[in-house]
């Protein structure tokens, strides 16, 4: 095996688990909302919480991952993400739960950028490829565990065995990672955030991510009145399309070019939000998953083109707080206009997606 291709391997298992925050919450969110006794709404608390401090956290870890390296930061990182799943599985009361969630999601997203960076920095050559092919993980991973999910009747179980897994296994992983010793040169986050295009670039990233967040939040209670097999199987192939067009639209961006990759991504999350406006949930979830799943692939390999790779660990976790801000937008502000009036909670995502 070729040096920097263990890297790919290290980061795509950690993405596996990784996953399982954002695209097993349709299968656990039920669970949750049954076992707390709460609302939909108290329950994506929980939802937009993740959001926020997997993006928050992750510009501290990146900050310490470009400058000494992820060895140190991801077993740290990696013990937080498991113990968010273990202190769930005893957790007594909603707020308990909030704590332990966000608690682990601080894990989850400095996890998610060393992962990720693991391929911008070791493939230069083939930036995009790498990239999808490390998130593939994040959809292929929940893909396969939300079947096994869905067998359950309570929460506990499910995420007291993924904590169990995930803190023997991804600390050894990070415990091997690294970064190249030369790098190329790159802006500095201080100077990215002083750049015009840079802005323009992350109001295109939130905007584009609202629908996918929409969906990743809120797909088993859009989908209530289904047959239990019907939602078991969409809740599975919407994070497997999520995954599987990573490595392609990846592919695609490194023979096409990064910029017309996202202006097509963009276009298909528009055309999944008129569909889902339509009432036609299934269409919706799989064009949604599939060109929404790549936005990271995308967006993460554009920023290492335009601005270097020496700060991206850096520089895509500021990027990846836009993705806390549509966590809010299509989290807790969608589930209550969708409580409010399904119509205008849909010409909401699809005006966001335009």
Aim: hydrophobic share 50%; no cysteine.
């Amino acid at each position: 095996m070729e040096r920097r291709q263990r890297f790919i391997v290290i980061g795509l298992i950690t993405m596996l688990f990784n996953s399982l925050y954002q695209y097993s919450w349709n299968a656990l969110e039920p669970l949750f909302r049954v076992g707390f006794d709460v609302s939909l709404v108290e329950v994506e608390v929980a939802f937009t919480l993740f959001t926020i401090f997997s993006t928050g956290f992750q510009t501290v870890g990146g900050h310490f991952a470009d400058r000494d390296g992820p060895r140190k930061v991801g077993v740290i990182s990696a013990i937080l993400a498991a113990a968010g799943f273990l202190g769930t599985s005893f957790s007594n009361s909603i707020y308990q739960f909030y704590a332990w969630w966000s608690l682990g999601s601080i894990g989850e997203g400095i996890l998610y950028g060393i992962a990720s960076n693991l391929a911008v920095k070791w493939y230069p050559d083939r930036r995009g490829f790498a990239t999808g092919l490390v998130s593939l993980g994040f959809g292929v991973g929940a893909s396969a565990i939300n079947p096994l999910i869905e067998g359950f009747t309570s929460f506990r179980e499910p995420t007291l065995i993924i904590g169990i897994a995930e803190i023997f296994a991804i600390p050894l992983l990070m415990w091997f990672a690294e970064y190249p010793k030369k790098q190329n040169l790159g802006k500095t986050p201080a100077d990215l955030l002083k750049t015009w295009g840079w802005w323009a670039l992350y109001l295109s990233f939130v905007m584009a991510a609202v629908p996918l967040t929409v969906m990743s939040s809120s797909l088993a209670y859009l989908a209530k009145d289904f047959s239990p097999q019907y939602l078991a199987l969409l809740i599975s192939v919407f994070p497997f399309m999520s995954g599987v067009s990573r490595p392609i639209i990846g592919h695609l961006s490194d023979k096409i070019g990064r910029v017309r990759s996202v202006a097509m991504t963009d276009l298909m999350m528009f055309f999944g939000s008129l569909f889902l406006f339509y009432g036609v949930l299934p269409i919706s979830a799989v064009i949604i998953g599939f060109f929404g799943g790549s936005t990271i692939t995308l967006y993460f390999s554009l920023v290492g083109d335009l601005f270097g790779s020496k700060y991206s660990t850096s520089n895509n976790a500021i990027l990846y707080t836009g993705k806390a801000v549509a966590g809010v937008l299509g989290g807790v502000v969608f589930s209550y206009l969708f409580l409010v009036s399904h119509i205008d909670s849909f010409i909401y995502v699809t005006s966001l997606a335009f």
